[in-house]
């Protein structure tokens, strides 16, 4: 696909993404739409840190709820706008992020894995257990409307429709942002470190420093993300950092293929509906998504992206007719 | 004229083991030198110490004047001096034109801001690098696979890819790490050539091989390592007849009888 086609499906893809809410009112299509932007935000910043720098993080949840909590607190406790307290959260995730990544990567890969395990379940236990600032596993419900006014203009976010028009145009601006970094040099270097970092390193790349900017850029968009889609839910508690989270970025990337950036989105778009499809399994849904993690990693390594790199590969191995003066070995 | 890299005295120790003692050596500007020795003389050590992949316990090393003693790899690439590995390694699932590209986006100053936003700049240094990359592709006889991932690559080839990456920066001084082990003759003569090209276009090299009679080819100058120790460094017609290389490759007596003979 020529990068013109590409523009153009881009284009009609969001006017159809954005002409749902007109087109129907009904709040499980919009919720659907809700929790699909959301989650592949989400899935998007894993698939920034793990598919393009090799960092596998558990800590996207973190940065999602800690964004989350941020924006709350600063509004209802502070009476801060919906989005100064958005930005404060991201602004904040971004330090976290930071501190997280500096003080495990000097180690390693896997130290950064495990450090940031920690780091998710210690948000979790922070949340429930210190309730002077978090209101402990009662959480905050009744979050009040935001409203965004600017010269000439309110607009009071009350329906579905409005937070789908509020989170579906933040997650095209995040994607937008990840897809201009995977596709800049940023991005080479990036996977170059992911593929064989000595040699990257070898060849003048800093692997901590691309690291650190892919860590920052998916902690501020998940932060961001998570202040935008607690206010949708009207509550807030300690389940914001579930496992269920972690769980279903994880499936996303692993079946769009780490480092694939259509691939995940696709696969995101995918992991939005299933749960709904699925919901005559009732407990069993959970079981069933271990499942399919397992068969996605047997059947089809590497998910779409993989599969489209094996025909990529495989076409260039064809035997291929060519003039044999200027044949090389 | 002082040398373009100069190691003085460069000591690595593993736990009781030295395996680098207190080496010193001199590379002119322009010159192929090869380093040599038997198997654990501390020749693949020595080279991971100057281009920082392991920290020296002992030593300082310069090129060009700038100390290089200590830093980062990728501190010391950015300064000019490059490697390729033992182990061949490349980007698998990069095509080679990104492969060589790579090489070269961290030498040219400039920031991530302008590289995000594709400026004028950045486009003017990422087709001046393609420019130099399908040059060098062509160089190393690889161009028809540009766009060619790199896994699909032969280990000969690899190996080419290899030294056509190290050259993408315009290094100061590129260091080649076994660049004919377990490559065919045919392979062997193909590579001796790229490295002569390169070196006429005013690459100095630094050539660790096990292979004598390639480096006894293309060098002018040999550093012969044995057991961490350097013990003899000079042309290579004086290095063939040295009775302690003849000593350190055969063994006392074989060395004895060598000498005889000849």
């Known amino acids: ?329 | 004229m002082t040398a373009l890299l100069q190691v003085r005295g460069l000591t690595k120790k593993y736990l009781g083991l030295t395996a680098v003692n207190d080496v010193s050596y001199e590379v002119e500007t322009g010159a192929i030198v090869g380093l040599i020795g038997p198997n654990g003389s501390g020749k693949s050590t020595s080279i991971d110490c100057i281009s920082g992949f392991q920290p020296a316990d002992g030593g300082q090393w310069l090129l060009d004047g700038n100390d290089l003693t200590g830093l980062a790899p990728h501190r010391i690439a950015r300064a000019g001096l490059t490697r390729s590995f033992q182990t061949v390694r490349a980007y698998d699932e990069l095509t080679l034109l990104e492969n060589l590209l790579v090489a070269a986006q961290e030498n040219d100053g400039i920031g991530w801001l302008p590289a995000l936003l594709h400026t004028a700049r950045v486009r003017a240094a990422e087709a001046a690098a393609t420019a130099r990359a399908r040059d060098l592709l062509q160089t190393v006889g690889l161009a028809d696979y540009a766009d060619a991932p790199a896994a699909i690559l032969s280990y000969g080839q690899r190996k080419l890819l290899a030294i056509a990456a190290s050259m993408m920066s315009r290094p100061k001084l590129v260091v080649l790490d076994e660049p004919v082990a377990g490559v065919n003759p045919t392979m062997v003569r193909r590579i001796e050539a790229v490295i002569r090209k390169l070196n006429e276009e005013g690459v100095t090299l630094v050539i660790v091989e096990h292979n004598v009679d390639f480096i006894m080819n293309l060098c002018r100058r040999v550093v012969v390592l044995d057991q961490g120790i350097k013990i003899a460094d000079g042309p290579p017609g004086l290095i063939r007849s040295d009775p302690r290389v003849l000593a350190a490759y055969l063994g006392k007596q074989g060395a004895e009888e060598a000498t005889q003979r000849g």
């Not at chain 1, 949340?127 to 600017?150: F, N, Q, V, Y």
């Not at chain 1, 170059?192 to 998916?218: F, M």
């Not at chain 1, 269920?244 to 079946?255: A, R």
């Not at chain 1, 790199?309 to 044999?324: G, I, L, S, T």
Request: with cysteine; proline share 5%.
């Open chain 1, 1 to 329: 696909m020529s990068a013109r086609q590409l523009l153009l499906a881009v284009i009609a893809g969001l006017i159809a993404l954005f002409a749902i809410p007109l087109l129907t009112d009904n709040d499980y299509v919009l919720a659907l739409g809700i929790s699909f932007a959301a989650m592949s935000v989400l899935a998007g910043g894993l698939n920034l840190i793990w598919g393009y720098t090799g960092l596998l993080s558990f800590a996207q949840v973190g940065f999602f709820g800690i964004g989350a909590y941020t924006a709350v607190l600063l509004v209802v406790d502070l009476g801060w706008s919906l989005w100064a307290g958005v930005a404060a959260g991201g602004v904040l995730c971004v330090v976290v992020g930071l501190l997280v990544g500096y003080s495990s990567l000097r180690l390693s890969r896997h130290a950064f894995a495990i450090v940031s395990l920690s780091f998710a379940l210690l948000c979790a236990i922070i949340a429930r257990d210190w309730p002077e600032l978090t209101r402990g596993s009662m959480g905050i419900p009744g979050l009040p409307t935001p409203e965004l006014k600017l010269p000439g203009l309110r607009w009071r976010i009350v329906d579905p429709a409005d937070y789908y028009y509020l989170l579906m145009g933040f997650a095209a601006i995040a994607h937008g942002l990840i897809y201009l970094v995977v596709t800049s040099r940023l991005g080479r270097a990036m996977r170059a470190i992911k593929l064989n970092e000595p040699l990257a390193q070898s060849q003048g790349v800093n692997p901590l420093a691309y690291r650190l900017l892919a860590l920052s850029l998916s902690a501020l968009l998940s932060g961001i993300v998570g202040g935008f889609f607690v206010f949708y839910l009207t509550i807030i508690d300690p389940s914001i950092f579930d496992f269920y989270y972690t769980e279903t970025m994880l499936i996303s990337v692993v079946i769009g293929g780490p480092g694939s950036f259509w691939g995940v989105l696709l696969a995101s778009a995918v992991m939005a509906v299933l749960p709904d499809l699925l919901r005559f399994t009732t407990d069993l849904r959970m079981v069933l998504y271990g499942v399919a993690l397992i068969a996605a990693m047997i059947l089809f390594p590497g998910g779409i992206g993989g599969w489209l790199y094996r025909r990529r590969v495989a076409r260039w191995r064809r035997p291929q007719p060519r003039d044999p003066a200027k044949s090389t070995p």
